[in-house]
């Protein structure tokens, strides 16, 4: 079993930054893939990114591509999301999630994941 706790998320404005960090337990986080998804009210949970486990891959929704940085800290069991530039469309609440295994072309699809945490708001006002 993996337990993930997200953090980090909060209230900010348009153009502001947030940094949400996902602290896990349970398995050596060196062999997890992590990701990031949100899903905002009435909404269907999207892919936001993913990193391999050495942290030398990471990938991106393209509308979050370039505004967003997903990174690792493996010493930490810690995966962090680092967002700028935000707009009120990136409102949602954020989830970490972790799989032991997945196909590079699966990284985006939410089932693809085994484990996920409680998840984390993050609003952007206008």
């Known amino acids: 079993q993996v337990q993930l706790v997200e953090s980090g998320g909060g209230l900010v404005q348009a153009g502001g930054s947030l940094r949400l960090s996902c602290a896990a337990s349970g398995r050596t986080f060196s062999s997890l893939v992590m990701g990031w998804f949100r899903q905002a009210p009435g909404k269907e949970r999207e892919f936001v990114s993913a990193?391999?486990?050495?942290?030398?891959?990471?990938y991106y929704a393209d509308s979050v591509k370039g505004r967003f940085t997903t990174s690792r800290d493996n010493a930490k069991n810690t995966v962090y999301l680092q967002m700028n530039s935000l707009t009120p469309e990136d409102t949602a609440v954020y989830f970490c999630?972790?799989?032991?295994?997945?196909?590079?072309?699966?990284?985006?699809?939410?089932?693809?994941?085994?484990?996920w945490g409680q998840g984390t708001q993050v609003t952007v006002s206008s």
């Open positions: 999630a972790a799989t032991q295994s997945v196909a590079t072309m699966r990284l985006r699809i939410h089932s693809a994941y085994d484990y």
């Open positions: 990193i391999t486990r050495s942290g030398g891959g990471t």
